[in-house]
């Protein structure tokens, strides 16, 4: 059975893991949340679930507003060809919808499938923001958090920064 946001919330506290949420109307991509980047303090961020061409199940975590270059990214991390992930599998995986990927997912990934990127230039910043396994709030904890948060699941996160895609 898939975690709660009440659920999560407790896993936090039990990590002693500073942490507050703003409920808002659901919010499926960075251009709609935008108008709540001023109710909201810290960093705005996203999440890609993306599968490799051998099965391997990613979540890259970054900033909002960057856009990764998935094709370095894949010859950076020596991966097999990056395309993201079907609606199916993000269910079966992380237990999430599409609109709501977010590391908190990763409370619910049983089997330890996901492979975790975290961005760098994300972590530089103290305070950062994801939805609580649903796209109607966004939840705040300092970055160094988001880290615990995922060692203590049993992750080893994959931390660099991620190549952008060059301007044209």
């Given amino acids: 059975m898939a975690a709660t946001p009440a659920d999560l919330f407790a896993y936090l506290?039990?990590?002693?893991i500073e942490h507050s949420t703003i409920e808002?109307?659901?919010?499926f991509t960075v251009e709609e949340g935008r108008a709540w980047h001023d109710k909201i303090p810290g960093l705005h961020c996203k999440n890609l679930f993306i599968k490799d061409r051998k099965g391997g199940i990613w979540?890259?975590?970054?900033?909002?507003?960057?856009?990764?270059?998935?094709?370095r990214l894949e010859?950076?991390?020596?991966?097999?060809?990056?395309?993201f992930g079907r609606p199916e599998l993000l269910a079966e995986v992380l237990e999430l919808t599409p609109g709501s990927v977010t590391p908190f997912g990763l409370i619910n990934d049983r089997d330890r499938r996901v492979t975790v990127v975290l961005d760098q230039e994300m972590l530089e910043s103290e305070w950062v923001n994801y939805h609580p396994l649903h796209n109607a709030a966004s939840t705040t904890l300092?970055?160094?958090?988001?880290?615990?948060f995922v060692k203590a699941l049993g992750y080893e996160p994959i931390i660099?920064?991620?190549p952008e895609v060059e301007a044209r």
């Fill in 13 to 16: 506290d039990q990590l002693g």
């Fill in 24 to 27: 808002h109307p659901p919010i």
């Fill in 59 to 71: 979540l890259v975590v970054m900033p909002g507003e960057k856009r990764a270059d998935l094709n």
């Fill in 75 to 83: 010859k950076l991390l020596a991966a097999p060809r990056f395309s």
């Fill in 142 to 148: 300092r970055s160094a958090d988001l880290v615990r």
């Fill in 160 to 162: 660099i920064r991620l």
